[in-house]
């Protein structure tokens, strides 16, 4: 039997989803399944595994970044009819952008990039700087302390913070009027400043006297260059647009899916096993047509699948759950794993052990199916137990950092 017959789906907020979705995908060519296994997340039982390192996902971040700002810069030169070449440069750019935070800083804040404690702290600082999110230093202290101990999704988890303030979704709250809260802020100006203002602050309120100046000069100079060679066109569509708006559409929406809340009838909440619970694989794509469909209504269903795959669950793997997100779940139970940057293979080896007393893992497939999950979990908490009036201490002008999270 394979890990994926093993393996149950996400149960108790949603409909569960079959195992056997990958397994469907068998049928297509050999060639095929090496990309389905790093566009779903999820391996067949007896793949080959392929070696990723910490350092290949950082080149990888780096490369897609350039990659992505040089068609920009092509497109926006070139103009008329290239102008469409920059919808491939930003989704690069912000693909990079968003392999950089979710894999490189966030590993790097758990000391766990190169295992190297002043190369790590150094590189995260670099990244925080770059990206114009939390401060490094603080990012740190507050994710290991709050996010992945006693805390997790209580009203210290500053990934509830975000949800109970920063979006306004409330526990008890119909999953329906989450989704349309949810989408009414990704298009919202007003949310899109103060998120991007809240970005700002985070990173600057920490920030040592060297590292703010150095920031703050460094911002000083790309402006002044932009002005005086003409080319502040080129800094604001290339990289400021996918640095914010585009980032933060991206944020928001893996903010939505990283954790469920835990159901009002778990009095036990405590222990490592716990924990596991609350976290969820995200595998990406869905099963393959059915075999046995007429030959006309057959063509029909595999142009759909095709279409749905590159234009529906590519764009999410790629710009939303980037990296390692889709095995968020391997990273809360192994944190310190020092073979996290083979996420897919490690995380389908750990799922197919059995131990008693062990929470197996679970899974959804698709992002809106995991977006759904995690708001049916929240209506059905507890409201006194997330009441958001028992957070009047937060810091609202702040609170975007938690988005980060």
């Not at 700087?129 to 939390?134: D, F, K, N, Y």
């Not at 809240?198 to 920031?215: K, L």
């Not at 003409?230 to 939505?256: D, E, H, K």
């Not at 209504?297 to 279409?307: L, N, S």
Request: glycine share 6%; with cysteine.
């Amino acid at each position: 039997m394979s890990t994926m017959a093993q393996e149950p789906a996400a149960s108790g907020y949603g409909p569960v989803v079959s195992d056997e979705v990958r397994e469907s995908m068998r049928r297509l060519p050999a060639a095929f399944q090496l990309p389905l296994t790093l566009l779903t997340g999820k391996p067949l039982a007896e793949q080959r595994r392929i070696r990723f390192t910490p350092t290949r996902h950082l080149l990888n971040a780096v490369f897609s970044m350039l990659v992505g700002v040089v068609i920009g810069v092509l497109a926006l030169r070139i103009s008329g009819w290239a102008l469409v070449m920059l919808l491939p440069g930003w989704a690069m750019t912000l693909h990079g952008m968003r392999n950089l935070r979710m894999m490189i800083y966030h590993q790097c804040a758990h000391r766990n990039m190169w295992g190297r404690r002043k190369l790590d702290a150094a590189l995260g600082r670099f990244v925080a700087a770059l990206l114009v999110v939390q401060n490094f230093r603080q990012y740190s202290t507050e994710h290991v302390s709050e996010h992945h101990a006693l805390h997790h999704m209580t009203l210290r988890d500053p990934t509830v913070q975000a949800f109970l303030v920063g979006l306004r979704l409330h526990a008890g709250m119909p999953s329906r009027l989450m989704w349309r809260r949810v989408l009414a802020k990704l298009f919202s100006p007003r949310f899109h400043l103060a998120f991007l203002i809240g970005r700002v602050r985070s990173y600057a309120q920490s920030c040592g006297p060297v590292e703010r100046v150095c920031a703050i000069a460094a911002a000083v100079a790309v402006a002044a260059v932009a002005i005086a060679t003409g080319t502040w066109l080129y800094l604001a569509v290339v990289w400021i647009l996918p640095l914010t708006v585009f980032y933060q559409i991206s944020n928001t929406l893996r903010l939505c899916v990283k954790h469920t809340f835990p159901r009002p009838d778990q009095t036990e909440r405590r222990g490592h096993e716990y924990f596991a619970t609350l976290t969820n694989a995200i595998f990406i794509g869905e099963a393959t047509p059915d075999r046995d469909l007429r030959a006309g209504r057959r063509f029909a269903a595999w142009v759909r699948w095709c279409a749905r795959m590159l234009c529906v669950h590519f764009p999410a793997r790629y710009l939303v759950l980037t990296g390692d997100t889709v095995c968020h779940d391997f990273h809360h139970r192994q944190p310190m794993s020092r073979r996290w940057a083979d996420y897919i293979f490690e995380r389908a080896a750990d799922a197919a052990k059995q131990s008693p007393g062990r929470a197996p893992y679970r899974h959804v497939w698709g992002l809106a199916q995991a977006m759904d999950t995690v708001f049916r979990s929240l209506s059905a908490a507890d409201p006194a137990e997330y009441d958001p009036a028992r957070l009047a201490a937060v810091n609202r002008r702040e609170l975007f950092a938690a988005f980060d999270d």
